[in-house]
């Protein structure tokens, strides 16, 4: 049985991993750990733990316990001292409270929700995802960099502070993985901090995987402003360290009524100008977008924040990659 491996955090690797469960095939996550927004940053600041929100999504994204398990794990409180905490990022911060080690709590979640495949943290250690912009400007906290809507110009770095280093776990997947799948997902929130871990560009560099680019399908505004496919590409090589071997491009149409809620925001579609002249690797190109419609949830009026409301359709994605690997 083949190993696939997802890098990334969120709704992202939600949908990939989702569509993937529905194959034979040894599945993986290698999930972010910078998260400081939401129910995860409030955790973070008040206990002391590592952010729970990624990991959670992942969970399960894998899980095959009954409904009623996942869905108490996606509940969030709208009201009393627990108003916009999440049930299963609680759930996680008490394990680790009381675990000997990490490597405990994600075993213990993973029996709970029956999951199937690994989920593992990029690293056990605490830090603070910081980016500085091209005006001078720096930024520090991914949940602060998330929600920095007014930022025009482009991001020149990124960097974790402090410097830590790649979970042995994970390092060990990468090792004898076949294929790495990065993204979809917020370029700068989601997958480079993943890349900053000490040790991550190594372990694939050594690695005899292919690796996959899947690109997202809108742009971002304070991370990927005006970013086109190539744009992506060369943001996403900088911090790797290498080209992909696959590019995941989505030609789909989305509706007038979706792209117009992104131009309030100041987004658009992801261009697709990637030179095939100077891309050896190969592109996939096809129609990838979820249609069905987006239903606003209590969570998002709970937490008050933008979240996106166009999908990958994690059924489409899956086939290209379990075809990649086979």
Request: glycine fraction near 8%; charge should be negative; charged fraction near 25%.
């Amino acid at each position: 049985m083949k190993k696939i491996t997802v890098f990334g955090g969120g709704t992202g690797s939600y949908v990939v991993l989702t569509g993937l469960k529905k194959y034979e095939a040894d599945l993986a996550a290698v999930v972010s750990m910078t998260d400081s927004g939401g129910s995860t940053g409030k955790l973070r600041d008040q206990l002391g733990v590592l952010p729970p929100g990624d990991v959670r999504q992942c969970l399960l994204a894998l899980s095959e316990a009954p409904e009623l398990w996942r869905k108490l794990f996606l509940y969030r409180f709208a009201n009393g001292d627990l108003r916009g905490h999440n049930f299963g990022n609680i759930f996680l911060s008490a394990l680790e409270k009381v675990a000997s080690n990490y490597d405990d709590v994600i075993d213990t979640a993973s029996y709970v929700l029956q999951v199937k495949g690994h989920v593992y943290p990029v690293t056990y250690s605490k830090t603070t995802l910081c980016v500085e912009y091209m005006n001078g400007e720096v930024v520090k906290g991914e949940g602060l960099i998330d929600s920095n809507f007014a930022e025009k110009t482009r991001i020149k770095t990124a960097y974790l502070d402090p410097k830590v280093y790649f979970n042995p776990r994970a390092l060990k997947r990468i090792q004898e993985t076949d294929l790495i799948v990065i993204g979809p997902g917020d370029v700068y929130t989601s997958i480079v901090p993943i890349l900053l871990v000490n040790g991550v560009k190594e372990a694939i560099a050594s690695s005899s995987a292919s690796v996959v680019y899947i690109m997202n399908l809108m742009t971002k505004q304070g991370q990927t402003v005006n970013y086109t496919a190539k744009d992506h590409l060369d943001d996403i090589t900088r911090y790797l360290g290498r080209k992909p071997d696959v590019l995941v491009i989505n030609n789909g149409e989305v509706d007038v009524e979706t792209l117009n809620w992104y131009a309030e925001n100041e987004e658009r579609v992801v261009y697709n100008d990637i030179d095939l002249q100077s891309f050896k690797g190969k592109v996939i190109v096809g129609d990838f977008v979820d249609r069905r419609p987006y239903v606003m949830e209590e969570s998002d009026l709970v937490e008050k924040f933008v979240r996106s409301v166009l999908r990958h359709d994690g059924d489409k994605l899956a086939e290209v990659l379990y075809n990649l690997h086979t």
